[in-house]
């Protein structure tokens, strides 16, 4: 029930994009059509789930015996860097259509705050690696999440009759405030 309710929390209740406004970039630039915000979704889902894998071994394995925590920011980095060239190098040679679709956002994975965001949160929660494994599938999936059901909004307010001055970016940020007052109503559940 405690991983349940870790999982439900991080995709829900404490998503990272609604609750701490992490990842806006993503959010605004590449949730314009469905497919894009899924693949998108899909590519920061590898990225976070495998760095914070990796990470998460790394310090452990790595840092903490060589008294070398202080390192882990800066290793964190290069590690979610690697990760971010092996998934652009993937999609642009098995699905070059989505990574033209993704254009500048796919790189942009690499300075994308929620990728080093979940992996820094694992360590300093002091999470066992079940724990990290169910949160680091989590935290992306609720990203996805809000990145498709964004998506979907926004393809419906381009055909609707807004106002000048809310046309574009506005009534996108706008509706993220909704949305975050919606997600953030389920905190009584857990």
Do not use: H, W
């Not at 290069?78 to 070059?96: D, T």
């Amino acid at each position: 029930m405690e991983l349940f309710s870790l999982f439900f929390g991080a995709v829900v209740i404490n998503n990272v994009v609604l609750t701490k406004f992490l990842g806006m970039c993503p959010l605004l630039g590449v949730s314009r059509k469905t497919s894009s915000a899924i693949g998108m979704g899909a590519a920061v889902v590898f990225v976070i789930f495998g760095s914070s894998v990796f990470t998460y071994t790394l310090y452990y394995q790595v840092l903490v015996p060589l008294d070398l925590q202080y390192m882990d920011l800066i290793t964190f980095i290069l590690v979610i860097a690697a990760f971010v060239q092996f998934v652009e190098l993937i999609l642009k040679k098995y699905s070059p259509v989505l990574y033209k679709a993704l254009g500048i956002y796919l790189p942009l994975i690499t300075t994308n705050c929620v990728v080093l965001y979940v992996t820094l949160f694992n360590i300093t929660e002091g999470f066992s690696f079940v724990e990290m494994i169910v949160y680091s599938l989590a935290a992306p999936i609720g990203f996805m999440l809000v990145l498709y059901i964004f998506s979907t909004i926004r393809e419906r307010l381009d055909l609707a009759d807004v106002p000048a001055a809310f046309k574009g970016n506005p009534i996108a940020l706008i509706v993220a405030a909704l949305m975050a007052a919606v997600f953030t109503s389920f905190v009584g559940l857990f």
